[in-house]
Nanobody
């Protein structure tokens, strides 16, 4: 099994920055893609960023240029650096990894990010 622990959420002002961290443990050799999703109240969970095993990142236009994803393979960790935050970035952010051994995604517990205007 793969387990995930997230940290780094909190309150920020518009224009500010936050950094989220996600540490994986357990069967970490089974991990392929690592990434982040977010879910706002009453909305679906959506992709924020992903990083493949070679570190190649993907971010949708909604956060591109403001958010950066990085991955530390040695530490089995993935990070999301968020800058120029906007109130619409307010959401619960979830770490997600693909467990290729079990062919399934694994979710973290979520961390709240609140951006005030």
């Amino acid at each position: 099994q793969v387990q995930l622990v997230e940290s780094g959420g909190g309150l920020a002002q518009a224009g500010g920055s936050l950094r989220l961290s996600c540490a994986a443990s357990g069967d970490t050799d089974c991990i392929s893609t690592m990434g982040w999703y977010r879910q706002s109240p009453g909305k679906e969970r959506v992709l924020v960023a992903t990083a493949t095993t070679d570190g190649t990142g993907y971010l949708p236009d909604s956060v591109k240029g403001r958010f950066t994803i990085s991955r530390d393979t040695a530490k089995n960790a993935v990070y999301l650096q968020m800058t120029s935050l906007k109130p619409e970035d307010t959401a619960v952010y979830y770490c997600n990894v693909i467990d290729r051994c079990r062919a399934r995604g694994v979710w973290g517990q979520g961390t709240q990010v609140t951006v005030s205007s």
